[in-house]
């Protein structure tokens, strides 16, 4: 690993750069505050500050305003209904029941309604004994709401200075994480990889990337200032987004057989130099990925092109010294896969370029797309949607009866007497932090926030035990902040330890002298939540993940069959046209993502909740290669005038078949079976004649030594084509033997 690129990439994030922000937003009225002997009195304003940062998620301006405004609202009923009704028992149990259920289930509308939902029980649990209140209760709200306040206006303030800072961030992360897959990729070429191990692997980065689109989508596409003003900046960025996902396509296309290929070509060493050239490739994404976060402009730190021009040179030696009838197919799959290459060195190539800020490229940009039609529908915000969710049918519904429930379980603790709790409310906010609809999720983040607290507690009271210098706590309580609201997102464990230890200090330094009551508190409560959230989410209307596993089949099977049928229709006169192509290919990938990020969770699921696991499993893996060869498959979408030696229709109809029987299996039809008597066809292909005669050829006449990097004989092309779809085929009817297997 290379730590330096490390920390660029994490200290040029938009994590690193929304820590800050919130913690400056904290920190500098805290500041001012305890200067002039306030901050005791005025702890509220900084804590409102740092609730409505936490719900400022990266998306579009008007998105996160509206949100913003949103949570400000609903923190300040909150807080008043909790601070009146505190000295009466049933009331409150009354209000932990309402605000319980409403501020869950309004996750109906998305992650951004889900994060307000959720601090907004934060702040139920910080007003609900009124501890903080004190007596003057007006006076209490007012400072309140005055803290949450302060941070919209910094929202506002920065979001003016810098309009495509968070966009930028957004494509620059794009770009890391294509990075990364690109790596995993590499290792596919190293001497005796663990093919089971970087299959897992890569798609899981699928999944990352896929939620990373998805989010930089609706940013781009739905920030007016990006997409409608016509200056080079906004323009260039949409163009590198765009890019990122073309990109994407290409990198899937380098699926192959690499078990065939370590076989022909593992003892040559010539794999070894291809996983090395990939490794460059990889830190050339990242070193766009970086600067595109920074804001800078990005120069090349490898020269691609001559070390290009060197694997090239490796591969003719090899194929001149190597090459007869019996290995003439592998090395034509290997000019595919450096042609491949080539395209993924092109791409990056023209990012550089791309950098130059060059108005010309900025005016020509058109992507000729409805980028509407791209951006993820989001739940409307109207009363038919939460309504229609009142059912135990709904997960969310469910989800907020967990979460109810929990909360007054919590809540009844921690009023037990004998357990001399001085900071109940950290169970309220644990439990609200922990659970989530999933169980698997729940439990994951319950031994990261006991593994965090644990950890973080320790070192917190050791540094309060040495460090007695008021400037170095200070220091350490300021990046112990950044820290924590940089990381929340991704390295839970690491934020909740980073968290732990600025409460300490804070605490410490409104009430010094009580580290050892801190401590105890902070262990206990989060012990107690824990032990809570585990056991209501195993044992109150439980959502397991195999019981969603056949919907989110049925969504990838169609999906794919969908992206099949646009991928042959540019083959065709039809020709539906880019866009709709475009549209399959993103539908498809994010199918195929959700599938997979449910079967992870699933593994996390008790033993006797893996339905089908390895059938499950066995359907994620041939979605993914079915996936990936229909894209590279895409690649040569010319017109079928170009291959008269394929019959595409037959491949369409053959093909076809075993993907549409898979979804009917998948719905319980019976008209599968004569959907299969389609996929029997033999299309009519004249390629393998081509090869015979091409092989006799080499056998009767020597090998002419031709090096042109950029000639592609047409035989190659169409053996490369033949294999795409010979290979889509045979994983289309291994997924529709794996969806009979599940026995529906």
């Not at 791209?374 to 049918?393: A, G, P, Q, Y």
């Not at 992206?563 to 039809?574: H, P």
């Not at 394929?646 to 599968?672: C, H, M, P, V, Y």
């Amino acid at each position: 690993m290379n730590y330096a690129t490390e920390l660029k990439k994490f200290a040029t994030s938009q994590s690193i750069y929304s820590g800050v922000r919130i913690s400056l937003a904290i920190v500098i009225p805290s500041i001012i505050l305890a200067h002039f002997g306030l901050l005791k009195e005025f702890f509220l304003f900084p804590l409102a500050t740092s609730f409505v940062g936490l719900t400022d998620q990266a998306g579009p301006f008007i998105r996160r305003r509206n949100a913003l405004l949103l949570a400000i609202f609903s923190f300040l009923i909150v807080a008043t209904v909790a601070s009146l009704v505190k000295d009466f028992p049933l009331l409150i149990y009354l209000e932990i029941i309402l605000f319980g259920m409403f501020f869950s289930l309004i996750g109906v509308y998305g992650q951004r309604l889900a994060a307000v939902g959720g601090l907004s029980l934060v702040v139920l649990g910080i007003f609900i004994d009124g501890h903080l209140t004190g007596q003057n209760i007006f006076k209490s709200l007012l400072i309140f709401f005055a803290g949450s306040v302060c941070y919209f206006l910094i929202f506002l303030i920065v979001s003016k200075i810098q309009p495509y800072k968070l966009a930028g961030q957004m494509i620059g992360e794009n770009y890391l994480e294509l990075a990364e897959y690109l790596k995993i990729k590499s290792k596919f070429y190293l001497e005796n990889p663990d093919f089971d191990e970087l299959h897992r692997h890569v798609i899981s980065q699928q999944i990352k990337i896929k939620n990373l689109q998805e989010e930089t989508r609706e940013t781009v596409f739905k920030t007016r200032q990006i997409v409608n003003e016509s200056t080079t900046t906004n323009r260039l960025l949409m163009l590198m987004f765009l890019n990122s996902i073309d990109l994407h396509e290409k990198l899937m296309t380098s699926e192959t057989d690499y078990r065939k290929m370590q076989e022909s070509f593992g003892k040559s060493g010539f794999l070894n130099s291809l996983s090395d050239y990939l490794s460059k490739l990889s830190e050339e994404l990242t070193n766009i990925g970086i600067a595109l976060q920074s804001g800078i402009k990005a120069k090349p730190i490898h020269h691609i092109d001559s070390e290009l021009e060197k694997i090239f040179e490796e591969y003719f030696d090899l194929r001149n010294e190597k090459l007869n009838p019996e290995t003439l197919e592998n090395f034509m799959i290997m000019r595919l896969i450096l042609v491949r290459i080539t395209d993924i060195a092109d791409e990056i190539k023209t990012m550089y370029k791309v950098f130059s800020q060059d108005k010309n490229l900025a005016k020509s940009l058109s992507s000729g797309l409805d980028l509407e039609k791209f951006v993820t529908n989001n739940e409307k915000l109207n009363l038919k949607v939460l309504l229609s969710n009142f059912s135990l049918k709904s997960s969310h519904f469910r989800h907020s009866i967990r979460i109810t429930i929990a909360l007054l379980i919590g809540y009844s603790i921690s009023k037990l007497q004998f357990l001399g709790i001085g900071h109940s409310y950290w169970i309220l906010i644990t439990i609200v932090a922990i659970m989530r609809p999933a169980y698997s999720t729940t439990k994951h983040r319950n031994l990261l926030r006991l593994y965090g607290t644990a950890a973080g507690a320790v070192i917190a009271y050791g540094i309060l035990f040495f460090v007695k210098d008021t400037t170095a706590l200070l220091v350490m309580l300021f990046f112990s902040m950044i820290m924590c609201f940089s990381l929340l997102k991704e390295k839970y464990s690491w934020a909740v330890f980073f968290m732990t230890i600025y409460i300490f200090l804070s605490f410490n330094f409104l009430n010094p002298g009580n580290v050892n009551l801190i401590f105890k508190d902070r262990i206990l409560d989060t012990a107690i939540a824990g032990i809570v959230a585990f056991v209501v989410s195993y044992f109150v209307l439980p959502v397991w993940e195999h019981t969603q596993n056949i919907d989110l089949m049925k969504r990838s099977s169609i999906s794919n069959l969908e992206y099949f049928r646009a991928v042959m229709d540019l083959f065709s006169e039809k020709k539906l046209g880019i866009e709709n192509y475009k549209l399959k290919r993103k539908d498809a990938i994010i199918s195929l993502a959700n599938l997979s990020d449910s079967f992870q969770r699933m593994i996390s699921d008790p033993k006797n909740q893996q339905k089908s696991l390895e059938n499950v499993h066995q359907f994620v893996n041939t979605g993914h290669l079915i996936t990936a060869y229909i894209a590279s498959l895409s690649q040569y979408t010319k017109s079928a005038d170009q291959y008269p030696e394929i019959d595409f229709e037959g491949w369409n109809t053959k093909i076809s078949a075993e993907l549409r029987a898979t979804n009917l299996i998948l719905n319980q039809e019976t008209a599968f079976e004569q959907t299969l008597h389609e996929s029997q066809i033999q299309p009519e292909d004249s390629v393998e004649k081509l090869l015979e005669r091409r092989k006799k050829e080499i056998s009767e006449t020597e090998v002419f030594n031709r090096r042109d990097p950029n000639r592609i004989t047409h035989l190659t092309e169409l053996k490369n084509l033949s294999e795409i779809l010979d290979l889509l085929y045979d994983v289309a009817k291994e997924q529709r033997k794996v969806a009979e297997k599940l026995g529906l």
